[in-house]
């Protein structure tokens, strides 16, 4: 069963039978509007709040950034050995946020808010929070006002764009945004869009990876035992993932940001010691290790 409402499977449907160029309007629709330039979020017509930059949240230059997903191997590591003010906690990994003291939380899958929306009043009312249109609207669904005491930064698709009709990847348009290679492409520029995979931790490497810190440490991102329950949930209650089906074109994407991140002077480093990234040539670190 889906964890979307059957309204919202339903806006879905009809978004898709109205064309494929601008089906992702579905993201926004009904009750939210987002002026992209000047940030301007409103919802049932009133102000929300107004968007800030991925790199306005993010600090550049800085020694060492986490990206932290909740893959199950993360269960048995000390997330306390990470720095303060250094983790991007992914959708489930909200849950560490008592244990540590994160940067920020990324939300891009509007199904995660449907069924853990529970875990987001818990946490600290300043941290900041990049999302995804569809992750914005299903919060603002739930309660509006817990996006109106954080900054708030958007995840926009360059596939699909805020507001914009739909587009390739290959588009000359985007050549000056976008490092393309075998077959996978990546953001040189966030604060405008992301290239979407499938997995928010995609979505959270672009954004670390353009603030050019020393190093970036992939955490919990195990990708080939998405069947597993994530380090917080339990057998028996464990929500559908659509990453093994992506799964070639998340580590054609997860390739060329390690590529990147060479050429670029990062150390891009993986905690999990059952990562598929391993199979990429990606260096184990072991930050994490009990």
Known sequence: MSDRPLSRSLIKLGALLAGPARAHRQDLWPHLA?????????????????????????????????????????????????????????????????????????????????????????????????????????????????????????????????NASRRRLDDPALDALLLRGDGAALSRDPDVGVVIVGTVAFSALQIALAARPAQIVLVGIDLGNAAAPRFYETAGDTAPSGLVAGLDRSLAGFALARDHAAASGVALTCASPVSALLGLGMPRTDLLDA
């Open 34 to 162: 987002i002026d992209r330039p000047g940030g301007l979020v409103t919802w049932r017509g009133k102000p929300l709040l107004t968007l800030r930059r991925p790199s306005d949240l993010i600090p550049q230059d800085a020694p060492l950034l986490a990206v932290v997903g909740s893959g199950p191997s993360l269960a048995a590591q000390r997330i306390e050995n990470l720095p303060p003010r250094t983790a991007i906690l992914l959708n489930g990994a909200a849950t560490l946020a008592d244990r540590i003291a994160p940067l920020a939380l990324a939300i891009e899958d509007e199904r995660f808010v449907f069924r853990h929306h529970e875990m987001l009043p818990t946490l600290p009312r300043d941290l900041p929070w990049l999302l995804s249109p569809a992750a914005l609207r299903a919060i603002a669904s739930v309660d509006p006002s817990l996006l109106t005491t954080r900054p708030v930064a958007l995840i926009d698709n360059l596939a699909k764009p805020l």
